[in-house]
């Protein structure tokens, strides 16, 4: 197989470097460890020693040799090691001090409602129709117009007050409008809708597939494919009633989601860019393990799939947060998806950005910025404004919890198969 050259990115950054993704990584990685797990291996290890050195006490030549020699090379090789350790650290005090500060903040974010029909509690989710409503933008005057406002079209006049907003935020603040759109209908919803979720939770989300279907990291159906294009005609024609153009588009690195991307925004002509380009980031995924519609692949095989697409700095080979036996707990998604937005604020100096994700990780978004619950139907969008601020001091991390969800099922259940 010939090598594939990954495309990472050096996207513009203001506070941080990529060893904030990095370290949010590591602390996702210890959550997903389960402590009775830690705990069996430091048994083991506690149990393992006493064994060891029974074993030489019974059988002396078996006995380490040289030890004084090992004694002496051992000394000379920490001696070393400190020494380089010291001299590298003095040399890098002021980089340490750059990653110390990226892990020593967060923001507080808020939902400014009233600008978009979703935020208004009497809006049913169930019913509500973003195409037909134009993504939901309420017609209304604001604050920050002047008389020449009634020569603009109401998105035109949405985007200039949002901008004016951001630019009068005070240093530690800003404003963003974010549009997250959930991918269109994959072959996992199909499997989903046609065992039951209580069956499909217990056993069959843990296969690759089944029954002529193929879940894992799962592809568009025809439907879900129109319903991303919809999305994509509806963008050509709000462009021309003045809808400000997205200045980034993230991308959640499974299949389904980068082809949703892919057909939502592929070939409309967006005033402020040259062409869509999708900024592929690891955190803004659907909740993690157990399910094999929710593990990615590779990054070579992405990028050998969609060479379009640019992966984060910090996007690694394999999928190290999928965990075949451990499903991600709420409280932990909704940190995780806490720590995408602290990135994707701090570091964007974009105010219209696009987040093309999945229904578990939107409702964490929209739990984190204290937007009200709001279900998205497969393929839908929806505009949030958002109001940050930066804090200095590090984002508390939830508790350790079980798997989320039931217990493996060894077989099938019965009676769950939808007609």
Known sequence: MSSV?????????????????????????KMLVRPDRRQTQARHHRQRQPLIRRRHADNPQQQPQH?????????FFIFVVVSLYTFMHVGMSSNAAGNQDAQSFHYQFETL?????QSDADTDDASFDFIKEKFGLISRSYSTETGTAGSLTQWERFEKHIRQLDEQSAADESVKVLFLGRHGQGWHNVAETKYGTPAWDCYWSLLDGADGITWSNANLTELG??????????????????????????????????????????????????????????????????????????ASEIVAEFPHVTLEPSFSEEDVLWKADYREPR?????RLKLLLDDIFDSDKGVFLSLTSHSGAIRSILEGVGHRDFGLQTGGVIPVVVKAKRIKAER???????????????????GDLQS
């Open 331 to 335: 409280l932990a998604r909704r940190y």
């Open 113 to 117: 409602a009233g600008y978009f029909k």
């Open 5 to 29: 050259s990954i495309p990472h990115s050096s996207h513009q950054s203001s506070h941080t470097d990529s060893s904030y993704p990095r370290n949010a990584y590591d602390d996702l990685l």
């Open 225 to 298: 494919q129109g319903q991303a294009k919809d999305v994509n005609a509806l963008w050509k024609e709000l462009l021309g009633e003045g809808i400000p153009s997205p200045e980034t588009f993230y991308v959640s690195p499974l299949t389904r989601t980068i082809e949703t991307a892919d057909l939502s925004f592929k070939g409309v002509p967006f005033a402020e860019v040259k062409e869509y380009k999708p900024f592929i980031k690891e955190l803004v995924r659907e909740a993690l393990g157990v399910h094999t519609c929710d593990r990615r692949s590779k």
């Open 396 to 414: 508390e991390k939830p508790p350790e919890e079980p798997s989320e969800g039931p217990p493996a099922c060894k077989e099938p259940p019965s």
């Open 67 to 75: 030890l004084s020699v090992n004694k002496y090379l051992a000394s």
